[in-house]
């Protein structure tokens, strides 16, 4: 497997059945254990490393299934709005509002990812998981995470 696959499929995860973006998502979600600085440089590295792998595929610029890193690093934006030492119930949260947005495609989701190419293959998850996180701030600030 070429470091470029390697990178898109977050080392094969992205083969797995069913649902591979879920389980793209689910494998980074211990990530919130290190806090939300650590969550969003990951989700950072997540989607500079996956613009990189997915330039170098010309297979994964139609957003194959395969391709994860995307959503790797839209999970770790929307961890990145908890608190270090939250709950299960709060990261299980964060990961249904991750993919719900991603699924869903409100708004801005749904712009990126039809731009296509690299960029929008990339850019979806980005922007689903910072929505996602801000829903996550907005309960935060009336009062629902302790």
Do not use: H, Y
Request: net charge neutral.
């Amino acid at each position: 497997m070429s470091p470029a696959m390697m990178v898109a499929s977050l080392c094969g995860i992205g083969r797995l059945r069913p649902a591979p973006g879920t389980w793209g998502s689910a494998v980074v979600l211990p990530a919130a254990l290190l806090g939300p600085g650590p969550c969003l440089a990951l989700g950072i590295a997540f989607a500079l490393a996956g613009l990189w792998a997915v330039s170098r595929l010309p297979e994964a610029r139609e957003d194959p299934g395969w391709v994860v890193a995307d959503e790797a690093s839209g999970q770790c934006l929307t961890l990145a709005a908890l608190p270090a030492g939250t709950s299960l119930w709060w990261v299980l949260l964060a990961f249904a509002l991750f993919r719900a947005a991603d699924i869903l495609k409100p708004g801005p989701v749904g712009w990126a990812d039809r731009r296509g190419g690299t960029l929008g293959v990339m850019l979806d998850d980005v922007l689903a998981g910072l929505l996602a996180a801000a829903v996550l701030g907005l309960l935060r600030s009336f009062g629902g995470m302790g």
